[in-house]
């Protein structure tokens, strides 16, 4: 081959990249479509497409209250579908589930989709955060949905911190009380002083009563 034949076929080999990105651009952002592992947990089973799961914690490690699951749902067919469950195996602990409004199953529509977290949006809470696992451990999530089934798939756990603070539990813990026994028992103590003066001094009438007795008798 010769010299110039070689680099002809060297840029023809160089054009083959940039084309190839250009074509995953126009496909969009679809992760199915770019055949590309998003950064967090994703799975297509059936008409039904996870993405972007997660359990996000407390933003504090030693913070008590709730965790939450975090995805996005989507439904390729044409019949609507109800997440009828989503647990997480092994822990001994339920994840509850709200719609967007407050009220109803929650549903993803035929041909649309569901967000799970975050403001405004369907909710799946988990009332005991700390059975959830630990920050930076993955977590098996299964979900159950009423023409699909199941399908399970693991879940980073993350605290809700930069990204994820917007996703988090909305229900942030409340100070625990500080006890004030000492404050209640000098409360409840002080009337009961108050109460024994006066019985003191409407004695002390009494007892003067004897010298003006003999008083009156002399």
């Not at 917007?166 to 404050?183: V, Y």
Request: include cysteine.
């Amino acid at each position: 081959m010769s010299r110039s034949l070689r680099h002809g076929a060297l840029a023809a080999t160089a054009l083959v990249f940039p084309i190839a990105a250009l074509s995953a651009c126009s496909a969009g952002n679809d992760a199915q479509t770019l055949q590309v592992r998003p950064d967090n947990a994703a799975t297509a089973v059936d008409n039904i497409k996870i993405q972007n799961l997660n359990i996000i914690t407390q933003p504090e490690a030693d913070a008590e209250g709730p965790a939450v699951v975090a995805a996005t749902l989507f439904n390729d067919g044409t019949k609507q579908e109800v997440v009828e469950k989503i647990a997480l195996p092994g822990t001994g602990t339920t994840v509850k589930l709200q719609a967007a409004k407050g009220k109803g199953p929650l549903v993803v529509p035929a041909g649309g989709r569901v967000v799970i977290g975050g403001k405004n949006n369907a909710s799946a809470v988990i009332e005991d955060g700390r059975k959830a696992g630990a920050n930076g451990n993955v977590q098996a999530v299964a979900f159950t949905f009423s023409e699909t089934g199941a399908i399970e798939l693991g879940a980073a756990i993350v605290p809700a911190t930069s990204f994820f603070e917007g996703f988090g539990p909305s229900a942030l813990p409340s100070p625990k009380p500080t006890p004030s026994t000492s404050a209640s028992d000098s409360a409840s103590e002080t009337p009961g002083e108050a109460s024994e003066t006066p019985g003191e001094g409407s004695e002390s009438p009494s007892g003067t009563a004897t010298p003006t007795g003999e008083a009156t008798t002399g």
